[in-house]
């Protein structure tokens, strides 16, 4: 059984650029959640994906906007990096019918130069 | 609005000793309640959930009682191994209107075991 699984695992940007984040969700998952992990800190929840849409969002910016496809695999896109928007972000899935636990993916970290 | 308060670490403990990190959170209505894990590089680990009032969520030696009268959400070990060294996140998922979609995370408990 397949966990949550993301690419890539590291990535380095610069300030201005764009970037963008893939999950894949646990079998039998159909709900992603996206969250933000500063260095030493918890995660902050992003926002979360069922049926395509958006369905909760955290306190982030509108360059924050995300997607998810038919076969329930999410992107978290970033817009106009900062370098404050360095950190891990995970993802976690979940089947919403019976608001199951999220599991989490290992994570992508991304550093903003 | 809904938030967790964990104890501030970094615990560090002799291999076998008793272990406990404290967790208190504030919510509407009656939460779910979580612990995770995460292993130095890694993303996080369901380590034990309870879902309602006085529930018992317990793994790997792991366990924590959920108590809504002093709304706490403590994790206690018997006897922790070096392999247990790892921070350790308390968390919530709210079970009330607009909140129950997203985990609330405390800030983490980076636990030490030395052999």
């Known amino acids: 059984d397949a966990g949550v699984t993301q690419s890539p695992t590291h990535l380095i940007k610069t300030r201005g650029q764009q970037v963008t984040l893939r999950c894949s969700p646990k079998s039998g998952h159909d709900t992603v959640s996206w969250y933000q992990q500063a260095l030493g800190q918890g995660p902050q929840f992003i926002f979360q994906y069922y049926e395509e849409e958006e369905r909760q969002r955290g306190n982030f910016p509108d360059r924050f906007s995300g997607h998810q496809f038919p076969n329930y695999s999410s992107e978290l896109n970033v817009n106009a990096l900062l370098l404050g928007d360095s950190a891990l972000y995970l993802c976690a899935s979940s089947f919403v019918a019976v608001q199951e636990t999220q599991y989490f993916g290992p994570g992508t970290r991304l550093l903003v130069l | 609005g809904n938030s967790v308060t964990q104890m501030e670490g970094p615990v560090t403990l002799s291999e076998e000793a008793f272990l406990t990190i404290n967790c208190t959170y504030t919510?509407?209505?009656?939460?779910?309640l979580f612990w995770y894990v995460q292993y130095p590089g890694e993303g996080l680990q369901l380590l034990l959930k309870a879902t309602k009032a006085d529930d018992k969520g317990s793994n790997k030696g792991f366990e924590a009682t959920y108590r809504k009268e002093t709304t706490s959400f403590h994790l206690e070990k018997g006897s922790v191994q070096v392999s247990d060294s790892a921070v350790y996140f308390c968390?919530?998922?709210?079970?009330?209107?607009?909140?129950?979609?997203?985990?609330?995370f405390g800030k983490g408990t980076k636990l030490s075991v030395k052999p």
């Open positions: 919510a509407t209505g009656y939460p779910s």
């Open positions: 968390a919530l998922r709210g079970n009330y209107g607009g909140s129950q979609g997203n985990l609330i």
